[in-house]
């Protein structure tokens, strides 16, 4: 057995702190500092009821604009705190309008638009913006529209997937006078939100000289998948069968059902010019399912299967997929619409 010879000496490793006592005290120097300013910044607005913060400067220029709309049971260095308690009680509302800007999934802290029945608000770092809805002197503009990558589109495998298909459409909404022309606030939204938004505004909402959005891949299929439907015969409901709502969407009645009147040879020819490069898919089966499906949300299914199944979209109309109920295979000169009016 072996050991050390008693004159060699094991010093200890050079082992520093990760921190100085020097940036103890700058750090600390640096915390107590911005402390004393958020303090003081804070007592200052406090102690003048706010009256110098931005946002309180703003609403009472917007009480002073509008101060014969009956507020005058209030003294008049008074007047903004209704709207307050008006800005309040709608945004506590679950029907507001939100939207953020700075990215798909996440925005940036504070970077917001709220729309209520009766405002319109916008938060941007230290700024905040507060407009009133009026529909006499406002209109929103799309002033312009761009298309952005949607990464949360893409499947594990990299693939886009979603009716975005890996890109998003972003619109820039400006909220100008109808007097003035001039531009009030501007916002950057998904296109995808126009409809909620405009729901929301009492205002018109217009799209400027040129600007175009473009439908995405999937409203394009249902326009494509709509024409073929089309070509296809009427069928009448069965006597007795009481059509309900598509369970789907639960708006629209079902107005389709699935019938087996595809020619065999001809999807044998169209599986032997594709190749085999997709996963193969049985021919078409017997579907007994009573109608439960509208023709937009039969369209969507489809179109859901055919991105499941990495096909591009130049031959989705081509494809075939399982019935959303039973699972027998069906294509599109399957879908059979319903006719309403009973036959001449």
């Known amino acids: 057995m072996r050991s050390l010879s008693p004159t060699v000496v094991l010093n200890s490793p050079n082992i520093q702190p990760p ?51 009956g507020q005058s049971s209030d003294p008049p260095d008074q007047w903004w705190l209704s709207y307050v308690s008006s800005i309040n009680a709608e945004c506590r509302r679950p029907d507001k309008f939100v939207a953020s800007q700075g990215g798909l999934s996440s925005s940036w802290p504070g970077r917001r638009m709220i729309v209520t029945d009766s405002w319109i608000l916008t938060s941007h770092f230290t700024k905040f913006r507060v407009v009133k809805q009026s529909p006499d002197e406002l209109i929103a503009v799309v002033a312009s529209a761009s298309s952005v990558f949607d990464t949360n589109s893409f499947t594990e495998g990299g693939r886009p997937a979603g009716e975005s298909l890996g890109t998003q459409t972003m619109v820039t909404v400006r909220f100008a006078n109808v007097h003035t022309g001039a531009c009030i606030l501007s916002f950057g939204l998904l296109a995808s939100n126009l409809d909620a938004l405009r729901s929301k505004l009492q205002c018109p909402l217009i799209h400027a000289e040129g600007v175009q959005l473009e439908p995405t891949v999937v409203q394009r299929f249902i326009e494509a998948f709509t024409r073929v439907v089309e070509e296809n015969d009427l069928v009448r409901p069965p006597p007795g069968l009481e059509l309900e709502l598509c369970i789907g969407c639960a708006s629209q009645p079902a107005n389709v059902m699935l019938s087996q009147r595809c020619d065999p040879e001809a999807h044998a020819q169209l599986d032997a010019e594709i190749g085999s490069a997709f996963l193969y898919v049985p021919p078409c089966g017997v579907c007994r399912c009573r109608p439960m499906w509208c023709l937009e949300c039969m369209a ?45």
Request: glycine share 4%; hydrophobic share 40%; proline share 6%.
């Open 19 to 69: 921190f100085t006592l020097w940036d103890l005290i700058l750090w600390t120097g640096i915390a107590s500092f911005t402390f004393l300013c958020s303090h003081t910044y804070i007592v200052w607005y406090a102690q003048g009821a706010w009256s110098g913060h931005p946002t309180v400067i703003s609403l009472k220029k917007l009480s002073d604009s509008t101060k014969s709309e």
């Open 300 to 344: 969507r299914w489809f179109a859901s299967r055919q991105t499941e199944s990495h096909r591009p979209p130049n031959i989705w109309l081509s494809g075939r997929v399982p019935c959303p109920t039973c699972r027998s295979i069906f294509c599109v000169r399957d879908v059979i619409r319903l006719q309403s009016e009973p036959m001449q």
